[in-house]
């Protein structure tokens, strides 16, 4: 038994102790009432002053099914009504006051003052039992083997600061998360590992700034073109009002999508036109995602585990996935046909173009709603140089990621 356990045991007891002083307080100042229960009479026989002792301490404690229980423990099963209480605790009580009874008390005094006793040794046990149950020795003993501190336990450091703020304690206890605190030799794997997404991050974010240094520079709220001199967007789509919503906002992420590509469309379709201004301003509804990943970029490369960017980037930015494919976009217009005759010359061509994988490959990934790998391998060398890397990284991370997690290997 531990410290805990013997805590939990002497606040169990004492509970039972002051249900004691309650029952005896109530049983001397308030009259009995008469239910009009089973209550037979109790034996004829002399109370010495020790069971009058008892009586007056304990009596309020026979009462409703305790007075089932005494008259079995005394006289067995004579009514037919007795037979709805189980035997294991009469027997346990009765066997214990014959024992113990040395004719100091009367075996009716004697069942209920060892009854009482064994109630609340059974209580403490319980209690005990109930704390084991609900923390396995095994989980408890880890805990104590890693030093971890456990519910119940004396209440950690962070509890006493004035703004008792748990995480930034746990980060550094724990796993030493601090500034430059994971800048040792030992962790360069895992700085190799959260590299692609670092690159990645800075060249998307670089990829705005630099098209968009006053919009950066004056948090979007000063604009000015490449020229000097100062625009606004405009965006004209003609007979709008006969858009539907879904329509509608497809045009609209078209538009940021076409923006943050730096492009311009001459056509939506046959008769809407979208036309799009190239100063700065195209791009001010992106500058909040750029100050967000610049900053969890900058912030976990000297407070984080570094491995984990990886994730958390990825899982936070959707500049990252608007960067990418507009790599992609960028590059498929070169190989996309503008008519079927192009579009032989392109399947001609199509073994300079890129690389066809094997049939059962294609196969499944056709299978697996994947077909846009094989398609991307077909028109590899069309693709932008800096895409096909980011391509390989992706492929890489989804398949050797997956193996070594599922192993526990290094890999987040």
Known sequence: MNIF??????????????ILLLQFVSNFLVPDHDAKVFNPPPELEDNSWLDQLVLYFVGGLRRWDAVYFTHIMQ????????????????LLVSNFSKAFSFGLLNFSTCLLLVGVVVNILLFVATSLVLYRLDWPKHVIDYGRSKGYKLAGDEPSLWCNETIPLSYSYIQKHHWNVGFLTYYNLKQLPNFLLALPVLILSFRTCSFYITNNVMSFCFLGLTCSNNNGSSGSSHVDILDSS?????????????????????GQWDEVNSNKKLKCEKDSCRQTDLIVYVYHLA???????????????????????????????TLFINGSRRFKPSSPADKKTREAESFKQGINLPQFLQSLLSLFKLTFISEAFKNWYCLNGEFRAIFVYFLTYSVLGTVMFSNFLPWT
């Open 5 to 18: 356990e013997h805590r939990l045991c002497i606040f169990a007891f004492y509970s039972r102790l002051s």
């Open 75 to 90: 006289y067995g099963y004579t009514y037919e009504n007795c037979v709805a209480f189980f035997p294991l605790y009469p």
């Open 242 to 262: 006969h858009e539907d919503e879904k329509q509608r906002n497809r045009l609209l992420l078209d538009k940021k999508i076409e923006n943050y590509a730096g």
């Open 295 to 325: 900053f969890l970029t900058i912030f976990g490369c000297f407070f984080m585990h570094v491995q984990v960017l990886t994730r958390m980037l990825f899982s936070s930015s959707p500049l990252l996935y608007w960067y990418v494919g």
